[in-house]
Structure formats: C-alpha cells, structure tokens
C-alpha cells in the first residue's frame, strides 16, 4: 500500500523513544504467547472495524486491531456473512478475532473454524448491548448469567490454542456490578487478557465510564488488563494509564475518522508533547485513501455506501461539511468523490479556515 506523507504525524510511533518521564508509558506487553509492541489497541467496532479502516490505524500505530464481531452461532453453521466478518490480510497483524454467542458447544466450534485462520487471538464479547443480540443470551446478557459465561469460557479456551481474551462491560446494571467476578472466571477459565468496557449494559453513552472500576479489577487480577472507554486525546490515554494502572488502552470512538489519534498518544506517551492536528488537506487525503480501500474491497457501490460514516466524521470539524457531505453523498463514483473533495479544497482560503 502507497504510503501517505503526513510528515509530522507518521513517523512518531516507530521513534527511539528518548529517556522521558514519559518513557515507560509504551511498554511491550505480552498476551499468552503473542508478543505486542505496544499497549495502544483499536477497539472492534461493529460496522467499522474492517479491513480498511483497521489497515489505517496500524499505518498510526494502533499495535494490535480486531475484526468486528462475528456471530459464533453464524461460523459454527458455516453462513457467508458471518466467514466474510473473518476476512483479515497479513498486513493486518497482531489481530484479533472477537466472536459472541451464548452456546459453549457453538463458542468452540466457531473457535476451530477461526483456527485455520490462525488469527493472533479470540476475544470473547460479553459486553454487546444490542437487543438483536442480547435476547438471544450473547454478549452483554451473559453477565446476568455468569455460570453460563464460564462455560463459555471454559470451553473456548480448550478448544484452542491461540490465545483466549475477554471483553466485557461492567454489569447488566448499575446494580449488578460483576465486572470483577468476571475478570476472575475468565482468567480461571484460560484467557490471557481481559478488557474491561465500564459501563453497564443498561447504560448509554452519555453516562461517563467509571474508570474507577477497571482499577478495581487490576488490583485483584494478574493477566494483562486492557482499558475501554471515553478515551478521545492523548492525554485522556495517560490518564487512563496513570489512573487505573491498566496494561494497555483501546481506543473506540476516538479513532473515527481521527486514525491519527494512534500517533499522537504515542508521541504523547513517549515525549510528552501534543503533536498537531492535521491540516485539512491531510484530512481529506486520508479520507480518500480510505475510500479507495474500501472500494477496492468492497467495490464502487458498497465500498462507497460503507464510507458515507467514515466521510461524515473524517469532515465533521471542516468549514462548510454539511454542503460538501450533502453533494459527495449523491455520488456514484470514486473519481466524482475525488473530484467533489478537490473542489472544496479549491474553495477560498478564508473559507476554509473558520467553520
Ligand atoms: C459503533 C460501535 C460499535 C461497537 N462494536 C463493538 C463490538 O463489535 N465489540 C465490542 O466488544 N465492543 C464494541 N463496541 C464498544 C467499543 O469497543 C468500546 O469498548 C466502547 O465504545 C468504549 O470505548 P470508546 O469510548 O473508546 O468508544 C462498539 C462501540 C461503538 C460505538
């Protein structure tokens, strides 16, 4: 893949980091045999994390990235929608497959079927809050079910030997807290890793992540614990570091149409110093890369269709978006896309500086 020159921005997470006391924030961290280097990962994101956009954060330096969730029932019955979710390249690792489901015996199925992918590790979901998926006793509802969640647990662990981890909220709700349980149950079971997400299923995205929680878990629980949750800025991800002691932050909406975020914490991390926004020009070069994978793997319909999101926050801040989102949206191809975006750039200077 042709590399974009985003001088100020790209370089920074491949740089000798120089004895700071920033140093040891970016540490190596290890999750079962997989070595990473690095503790800044990439949410999965259901409907956004695919292939493209996955491809852009490791550009910035997200160390590890996972698919969107795949539905275990799907792979165990073989459907193609669920195989497709799997698809990841090479240039994709350390990645993660995250699957949900409410079955052991389907759990471990679906985990033979990811083996012969031989993705870097199997994240578990117990955290999805969505009725379509909760009503069929999967992610988030199984924390209302905690005997069934070591089961699944349990089972998945043994039916593989790439490395187990888990992802969960915090509890069904505010009064059934079992965060901690949970981190005990998964690391019992096998799993290298857990992530800890700290809201419950019952709450929405107004309410803030109690971060206080991910450092209960921490203290009380030895295998590597990865923060979720209100991470936008780097120095959002030192406080999470500093505050909670996690191993490793993940980063979800910070990361849209912002693939930059990943370098900035990195260089925050190691040097202390906020790097700059990037120009509008440079948003919108990367906004049609972006599009330019995703038609090249979707093609020129979906592929477009798939970026109208991406496009919405790639512009959000710019002047003038929702004229340039309202035209770019009617368009059928990615050179009248490209076009469309030139001629904004051409708009006068002053226009362009103020939203
Ligand atoms: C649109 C969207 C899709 C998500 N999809 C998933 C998913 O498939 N699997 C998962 O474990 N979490 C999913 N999450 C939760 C995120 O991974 C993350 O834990 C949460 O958004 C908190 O992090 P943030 O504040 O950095 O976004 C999703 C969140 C959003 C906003």
């Avoid at 280097?37 to 259901?46: D, W």
């Amino acid at each position: 893949m042709t590399k974009i020159a985003i001088e100020s921005l790209e370089e920074e997470p491949f740089k000798d980091p120089c004895p700071s006391p920033y140093f040891h924030y970016i540490v190596d961290m290890e999750i079962g045999n997989l070595i990473l280097s690095g503790n800044v990962f990439l949410a999965p994101l259901a409907g956004i994390t695919d292939t493209p956009f996955r491809l852009l954060a490791k550009r910035y330096g997200a160390c590890l990235v996972y698919t969107e969730m795949v539905s275990a029932e799907g792979l165990s019955r073989g459907n193609t929608d669920s195989l497709r979710l799997l698809y990841f390249g090479e240039e994709e690792r350390p990645i993660g497959v995250q699957i949900f489901g409410s079955h052991p015996e389907s759990m471990a199925a679906a985990c033979r079927v990811i083996e012969r992918l031989k993705p870097d590790l199997i994240d578990i979901n117990f955290g999805c809050p969505v009725k379509k998926v909760v009503q069929k006793n999967g992610g988030a509802a199984l924390l209302k079910n905690l005997k069934l969640l070591e089961k699944i647990v349990t089972a998945v662990s043994r039916s593989t030997r790439i490395p187990i981890t888990v992802k969960t909220r915090s509890g069904w709700d505010q009064k059934n807290i079992v965060a901690l349980q949970v981190a005990k149950i998964a690391q019992e079971g096998g799993a290298s890793a857990i992530t800890i997400h700290p809201r419950t299923q019952k709450d929405n995205y107004s309410v803030k992540a109690d971060w206080d929680i991910i450092s209960r878990v921490k203290r009380e629980i030895s295998i590597p614990v990865i923060g979720s949750g209100d991470i936008f800025t780097p120095q959002d991800a030192k406080n999470m570091l500093d505050s909670t002691g996690c191993d490793a932050v993940m980063i979800g909406r910070g990361a849209l149409g912002n693939p930059w975020i990943f370098s900035q914490i990195h260089h925050f991390l190691s040097y202390g110093e906020i790097l700059p926004e990037p120009s509008i020009e440079d948003r919108i070069r990367v906004c049609l890369e972006h599009a330019e994978l995703s038609v090249k793997e979707k093609g020129e319909y979906v592929g477009l269709i798939t970026m109208r999101k991406h496009i919405a926050w790639y512009t959000m801040r710019l002047p003038h978006s929702r004229e340039l989102r309202q035209k770019v949206f009617t368009l059928e191809t990615l050179n009248e896309v490209k076009q469309a975006f030139e001629d904004y750039l051409l708009l006068p200077k002053r226009e362009c500086e103020t939203a």
